[in-house]
């Protein structure tokens, strides 16, 4: 079935440090995946996305590479700042439709 | 407006009563979507909508929930005889057209089920 897992659920990490969050999909015909962001309260937003046919994406301090072959993509955020703190999902869409299935999000906490 | 409207922003019910929300796209995106955020978790696909063509409403989670979207533009979630378990957040997000990439959400409709 569709489904995209997301690990870790939380995450903490000092201030300047790295942060990783990585997904998994099931639906090896998946050509677009793109990362939301959602502070506490808010509307998710996107940050980044990815598409089948590239292997990494930067853009400033986040960069999102995708391993096709083994049906998983991260996100890597660097030199991580307080306004990083929120809850980060991934997301999929599956082919033959048109729909996003989205992780069950990982809750950021960078620490000063 | 610039951005995807909803509303209403909050709404408590009692169980069994019907509810209406309702969801205004950003102009010119042909692509709608509705979906569910339950306290603390992701956000669980119900229906989209494109242009004309009939919509997938393979997220929907029982016959109580509907949804249409009238000339193409605003659409409303209709979740009829209310239980405690619909309790929610109920985001919409338009698209300019389905497989363009950026979904854009709005505020969401927090609905409270007592």
């Known amino acids: 079935g569709e489904n995209v897992e997301q690990h870790p659920s939380t995450l903490s990490v000092q201030e300047g440090d790295s942060a990783v969050i990585k997904c998994t999909y099931s639906d090896s015909a998946s050509n677009y995946f793109p990362w939301y962001k959602q502070e506490l309260g808010k509307r998710p937003q996107l940050i980044i996305d990815i598409r089948s046919n590239v292997g990494e994406k930067k853009d400033q301090r986040i960069a999102v590479t995708l391993n096709k072959t083994a049906k998983h993509f991260s996100l890597h955020i660097t030199e991580t700042q307080p306004e990083d703190s929120a809850v980060y999902f991934c997301a999929a869409q599956f082919s033959g439709t048109y729909k996003y299935i989205f992780g069950t999000g990982t809750r950021l906490k960078v620490l000063a | 407006g610039a951005g995807v409207s909803q509303s209403p922003s909050n709404k408590v019910t009692e169980k069994g009563k019907d509810v209406e929300l309702r969801c205004d796209p950003i102009?010119?995106?042909?692509?709608l979507y509705w979906y569910r955020q339950s306290l603390g978790q992701g956000l669980e696909f119900l229906i989209y909508?494109?242009?004309?063509?009939?919509?997938?409403k393979s997220g929907l989670p029982s016959d109580r929930f509907s949804a249409e979207r009238t000339g193409g533009s605003v659409s409303t979630l209709t979740i009829q005889r209310t239980q405690q378990e619909d309790s929610a957040v109920y985001l919409c997000a338009s698209s300019l057209r389905l497989a363009a990439g950026e979904l854009f959400f709005g505020e969401g409709s927090r609905l409270t089920v007592l």
């Open positions: 102009s010119g995106h042909t692509a």
């Open positions: 909508f494109q242009g004309n063509s009939a919509p997938d």
